[in-house]
Each structure stands twice: as C-alpha cells, then as structure tokens.
C-alpha cells in the first residue's frame, strides 16, 4: 500500500494554457474522488468515479474541467484555458466503495496560474 | 444545495484546555465524517459516524452525531501542540458525494 500518488505536485503555468493532473489511488480502491482546496477553505467536490465510471460531478466540471478514469485505475483531471481564479490545490482521494471505510486523501497538486 | 456550516471558524486555547467544534447539516445524513488538516497538509481522515445519536472515542478526541443526524461534533480533551490544525467535517445524504464543511481552524499556545 503506496498510498494515494498525485503528480505533479506543483505546476505553474500561464493563464490560457491547458494543464492535466495524474492521480494514482491506492490499489484495489474502486471509489476515486477529485476536490479543489484554496487557501482557508475546505475542500469543494469536483467528481467521483465507481470504478471507471464517473458517478456525479459538481456543475465546475461541465466547462474548462474534465475527469477521466478510463480503466477504473488510475484517474486524469484537465484544465483548459486555465484562469487565475483556477489556482488552487487539487486533491484526489479512493476508498474501497464500501460504506465505512476510510477515505485516503493524496498530497494534492498545488497549481499556480500567472 | 446542500449546505454546511462549522462553528468557530477558528479557535485559541492554551495547552490543555478542551476543544469543540460543532457541524450543521441543511439536510438529514447518511453519516458524516472527521478529518484532520494539518498546515500545509492533506486531509486525513479520523472517523465515520452513522447512527442517530452515536458517540466515538478516539484517545482525546470523542465525536458525537446528533440524535436527527443533522449535526455532529467533536470534542478534544486537554490539547495538545499536536493538535494544532484544521477540522473538517464532511457529510453525504446518501450517494457517497462526500460534502466538506467550513472549517474550524485550532491554534493552541504552549
């Protein structure tokens, strides 16, 4: 058990540019979850997949933001023609999918748009 | 929407006085959970409440769903430095869409 993995871990890039997350759950978990944190705040829900299926999404996704798990593994977030408001920090946690269990959390990918 | 709200948003005590933040709900819960942020952190999850009115100890920390799940909160007992961060509570009404509170943040003084 590795853990949940998130690359990259920071990434600054220009406003207009498009920018793509990894997130790599902890093995044999079905259930992945996308959130956005910014300084102060919790954490706000993107969207969350049961294995590759993407089982809801807030409205934030229905425009620049997309989320892929296409083999029920590993998961991608986009960005496209990112904005300043889009800096934050992007966090991906898995669960078994099974009701109780633990929710694990990765170190999250810092974005910077300058 | 669903809307949650965690009172105080933040709190000072010194070392080794109590601690509780509390967590309202708009909307009755499948169950909540606890997690903890530490500065410059992730979210680490503590604890999953479920039933009406169940109570959880973990060490110092006891956590406590309301008898309408609607609300919770969570108690520290004389903290600690190591207490120091950010407690969030998260619920779902049912579809595993897992909603974060405001935040309480916890500075304690040595």
């Known amino acids: 058990d590795t853990g949940v993995s998130q690359n990259p871990r920071h990434k600054i890039t220009k406003r207009g540019q498009n920018v793509t997350f990894r997130c790599d759950p902890i093995?044999?978990?079905?259930?992945l979850y996308w959130y956005r944190q910014t300084l102060g705040q919790g954490p706000e829900f993107l969207t969350y997949?049961?294995?590759?299926?993407?089982?809801?999404k807030s409205r934030l996704l229905s425009d620049r933001f997309s989320a892929e798990r296409p083999k029920g593994s590993f998961s991608t977030l986009e960005i496209q023609r990112t904005e300043q408001g889009d800096s934050a920090m992007y966090l991906c946690?898995?669960?078994?999918?099974?009701?109780?269990?633990?929710?694990?959390f990765g170190e999250g990918s810092w974005l910077t748009v300058v | 929407g669903q809307q949650v709200m965690q009172i105080p948003q933040y709190q000072h005590v010194q070392e080794g006085e109590d601690f509780t933040t509390y967590c309202n709900s708009s909307?009755?819960?499948?169950?909540i959970q606890w997690y903890k942020q530490r500065p410059g952190g992730h979210p680490v999850f503590l604890i999953q409440?479920?039933?009406?009115?169940e109570v959880k100890k973990q060490k110092r920390l006891t956590f406590q769903f309301g008898e309408a799940k609607k609300n919770s909160s969570l108690h520290i007992t004389a903290t600690q430095t190591t207490d120091v961060g950010t407690y969030f509570c998260?619920?779902?009404?049912?579809?595993?869409?897992?909603?974060f509170g405001t935040g309480t943040r916890l500075k304690v003084l040595a």
């Open positions: 997949f049961q294995n590759e299926a993407q089982l809801e």
């Open positions: 093995s044999e978990h079905n259930r």
């Open positions: 409440l479920v039933k009406s009115g």
């Open positions: 998260a619920v779902d009404s049912g579809t595993y869409k897992y909603i």
């Open positions: 909307t009755t819960l499948s169950n």
């Open positions: 946690a898995s669960t078994t999918g099974s009701s109780g269990n633990t929710i694990y």
